[in-house]
């Protein structure tokens, strides 16, 4: 852990590159720190996942955009990251603001022309089973001579 996965309405990926989307998250992640000024994310655990939806129904089909004078093609975007137990809840908060900057970031050159919605939210354990088997970790070990 963490992950984070987004699921987003198909009709976006003619308009913005979500692997790009991806790595900036995963590099947002890679930058929150704890009260203590620890690193709260590990190296090796940090995924982001993106997924389309080829099928969706968003709010009232189109109709009040259309009436706004946009296309009635809304859009939307579920950032849904889960991270384990421990970390506090200041730190948790840290987390959202630092993803959600970077989201608006990213979809405000296509909220300025189209209607959608972003959701981003954060879900914390309790796991009621939790096993990883990974060869990644040891890749960013710090090895002290």
């Known amino acids: 852990m963490p992950h984070l996965v987004i699921l987003y309405t198909g009709q976006l990926d003619a308009e913005v590159q979500m692997t790009i989307l991806c790595r900036q998250m995963a590099d947002a992640m890679l930058t929150v720190q704890d009260e203590a000024g620890q690193q709260v994310f590990p190296t090796g655990g940090t995924r982001v996942l993106a997924y389309p939806a080829?099928?969706?129904?968003?709010?009232?089909?189109?109709?009040?955009?259309?009436?706004?004078?946009g296309t009635g093609d809304y859009a939307f975007v579920y950032l849904n990251v889960r991270m384990g137990r421990g970390r506090s809840e200041a730190t948790q908060q840290r987390a959202g603001q630092t993803l959600l900057e970077v989201a608006k970031a990213f979809f405000a050159p296509v909220m300025a022309h189209r209607h959608i919605g972003i959701t981003l939210q954060i879900d914390v354990g309790p796991e009621v089973f939790d096993a990883k088997l990974s060869n990644l970790h040891p890749l960013f070990q710090k090895v002290t001579p």
């Open 54 to 69: 080829p099928h969706y129904a968003v709010a009232d089909g189109g109709a009040a955009g259309l009436a706004a004078g």
